[in-house]
């Protein structure tokens, strides 16, 4: 099992920025993707960004491209997302994803293997 922590979250004006962070802890890969999905009142779950073992390979979904950025420290187990310029869209509930080897453009919520509790992000008016 893995166990995934996330902090970060938060309400702030649109135009502003959080940093979303996310501990892994229990069982670990040889090499392990990790990444963000969020999901709004109403809506599905949906892909935010991706980032690889080795941080070499880093994927976004379009609406946040420029304004988010994901990393990792990997002596850490940690993941973070950095979102700036934020708008009123973004509000929704955002999880801390990892599976086992690489993340590649046509994966998805199925293709997620651990979760993390959620924490809420608000961009208010």
């Known amino acids: 099992q893995v166990q995934l922590v996330e902090s970060g979250g938060g309400l702030v004006q649109a135009g502003g920025s959080l940093r979303l962070s996310c501990a892994a802890s229990?069982?670990?890969?040889?090499?392990?993707?990790m990444g963000w999905f969020r999901q709004a009142p109403g809506k599905e779950r949906e892909f935010v960004a991706a980032i690889n073992w080795s941080g070499g390979r880093t994927y976004y979904t379009d609406s946040v491209k420029g304004r988010f950025t994901i990393s990792r420290d990997n002596a850490k187990n940690t993941v973070y997302l950095q979102m700036n310029s934020l708008k009123p869209e973004d509000t929704a509930v955002y999880y801390c994803?990892?599976?086992?080897?690489?993340?590649?453009?046509?994966?998805?919520?199925?293709?997620?293997?651990?979760w993390g509790q959620g924490t809420q992000v608000t961009v208010s008016s």
């Open positions: 994803a990892v599976r086992g080897g690489n993340w590649y453009p046509s994966m998805g919520v199925r293709d997620v293997e651990y």
């Open positions: 229990g069982r670990t890969f040889s090499s392990y993707a």
